[in-house]
């Protein structure tokens, strides 16, 4: 039983490491995704520019093939999807609650793991954009999961063995 336990020990002090490492690479790798972020959000810039010009001229948003049509012409906004009057219902974000009226648009886009949408009502990306805010409430998440593994570990006492000799 008490190899059990030690085997037990040995894991959670493994976990809670883990954990922290994990916590701290987030920290550590925001710079760099800072930069990415600003890359590939600055992609949508031109889509949304078009966009409210025609809003403007027209006094409607472009229909999903008038915006393919423009985002055919200028290769950069081929990854941009045109969204009007429908919520991705496919979205593992909660896009609904940051809508409050149906005459606006929606702009997407497909980082490799998730879409990213721009919310052209509020002005605001979906997820949000990482900052070091993010990542130091990561990092204390994560880190303090690990040193509470740490702590249990340590706070489990080994069993000891029973003397044969009596």
């Known amino acids: 039983m008490s190899t059990l336990k030690e085997m037990l020990r040995i894991i959670l002090k493994v976990l809670g490491v883990l954990f922290i490492i994990l916590g701290l690479s987030f920290f550590i790798f925001t710079p760099n995704q800072i930069q990415k972020d600003a890359k590939f959000y600055g992609e949508f810039q031109q889509s949304r520019e078009f966009v409210e010009s025609y809003h403007q ?6 229909t999903d093939d008038q915006f393919r049509a423009w985002s055919s012409e200028d290769k950069t906004n081929g990854n941009i999807n045109f969204i009007t009057n429908t919520i991705p219902k496919d979205s593992l974000i909660d896009i609904e609650s940051h809508i409050t009226s149906n005459d606006n648009y929606i702009l997407s886009s497909w980082r490799g793991e998730w879409f990213v949408y721009y919310i052209a009502q509020n002005n605001e990306f979906l997820p949000r954009k990482w ?10 998440w994560y880190g303090l999961i690990g040193l509470v593994l740490l702590i249990i570990a340590r706070k489990m006492k080994p069993m000891k063995m029973p003397n044969k000799s009596q």
Not at 57 to 62: E, S, T
Not at 132 to 137: G, N, P, V
């Open 57 to 62: 001229l027209n006094g409607r948003y472009p």
């Open 131 to 140: 900052s070091y805010f993010a990542a130091l409430k990561k990092l204390l």
